[in-house]
């Protein structure tokens, strides 16, 4: 079992240097979802996501040595530009954590400076991508420091654990393509503790895969999903659902390597109506569809039974609804989405997104 712990990590206070780190990391969308959790933020089933690309944040972080010593965590946090406190808090009680993996964080300052490609709580994964970015940032900051983490695969499954750490599905970010995360019994090197890479499993077709995010609402939700996951603690349908999620992933794989859409579509969209299903079965139960989601998820059905084109949808924690379809039908369906849904979208608007290559450092 992996374990971060190390009490080597602490700089000579004589001869601390400043510097600066910025990472551009990118959401993700998952196909099979993680819903459910236990001990620190280990997931109750495995799950598989596509790295997207336009949604993602910017980390921006400059550290030098730390002069104020009543601090535990020495932070100055800006969110797009403004200083945001409660932001601030978040970070420093998730560096604050991180005190025995990486000891250092407690003998520099920081600045943070991070912004968002996408409307924060916009049901956008802003989480993904923003812990995700900070691991990335402080995975470099070790590697200069200390001169670890050369190694590409040890330096990535360390970013992905400690994404998960801020937020389970961050994990799944820090990979090009596909990541998955969660121990399955095939899947080797799987595991709860951080993220593998997925995309040299999955057929080439999922690698320019569109994925576009019609915002049907981009009010606050009424349930975060860190309230959602408690609550799958008291649902009678987890254990079942748990199961299923296992079930499903492996007839996911295998639609995916060998590019059976349909398959790939019919459980990708039966995935998404399960987490609402979740969360409507929970106690108490809740609603984050919105009728415009309902009205689009009819919209792209119809069309797809009218035309033969394989078009999908899923669902994040929201309201919002992500079309899935092969970069090979663009031109086919654009005309569709732009008549029939981004109309439905709130002020129209629609942020048309792809799988992408993983996180930039910049
Ligand atoms: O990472 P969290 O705790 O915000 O949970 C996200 C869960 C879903 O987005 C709904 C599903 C998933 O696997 O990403």
């Known amino acids: 079992m992996i374990d971060y ?56 972080m400059s550290y030098s040595p730390k002069k104020n010593l009543d601090v535990d965590i020495d932070l100055d946090f800006y969110f797009e530009g403004q200083p945001n406190q409660a932001f601030a808090n978040k970070i420093v009680k998730f560096l604050s954590g991180l005190s025995e993996i990486f000891p250092f964080v407690k003998q520099l300052k920081f600045k943070i400076e991070s912004e968002n490609s996408f ?72 595991s709860d503790l951080y993220a593998i ?30 309230a959602g996951h408690a609550l799958m603690d008291g649902n009678d349908y987890a254990a079942p659902r748990y199961k299923q999620a296992n079930q499903r992933l492996h007839r996911l ?37 919105k009728p415009n989601s309902l009205e689009m998820i009819n919209r792209i059905r119809n069309f797809r039974a009218d035309t033969g084109h394989p078009i999908y949808f899923t669902l994040d924690a929201g309201p919002n609804i992500h079309l899935l379809y092969p970069d090979n039908i663009y031109f086919d369906v654009k005309d569709f989405i732009q008549t029939e849904l981004v109309p439905l979208c709130e002020n129209g608007m629609m942020i048309p997104d792809k799988v992408g290559l993983g996180p930039l450092q910049l």
């Open 253 to 289: 794989l295998a639609a995916m390597k060998s590019g059976d859409l349909e398959t790939f579509g019919n459980i990708t969209e039966n995935e998404a109506l399960t987490l609402h299903a979740l969360m409507m079965t929970s106690n108490p139960a809740y609603i984050l569809m």
């Open 5 to 60: 712990k190390n009490p080597k990590l602490i700089l000579d206070s004589s001869n601390v240097k400043e510097g600066k780190i910025s990472w551009q990391s990118p959401s993700n969308i998952a196909l099979v979802k993680y819903w459910g959790k236990h001990g620190i933020q280990l997931p109750r089933n495995p799950s598989i996501s596509l790295t997207l690309d336009e949604a993602h944040t910017k980390t921006f």
């Open 197 to 226: 890479p997925y995309q040299d499993e999955i057929h080439k077709i999922f690698k320019t895969f569109h994925d576009d995010i019609l915002i049907v609402s981009q009010g606050e939700k009424a349930v975060s999903s860190r």
């Open 119 to 190: 409307p924060h709580s916009s049901g956008i994964a802003s989480s993904a991508s923003s812990m995700s970015a900070l691991a990335l940032c402080l995975c470099t900051l070790e590697s200069d420091l200390f001169g670890t983490l050369k190694d590409d695969k040890e330096f990535r499954r360390k970013a992905s654990y400690i994404s998960r750490l801020g937020s389970g599905s961050a994990c799944r970010s820090v990979y090009a393509h596909a990541g998955l995360w969660g121990t399955s019994g095939s899947i080797k090197d799987s």
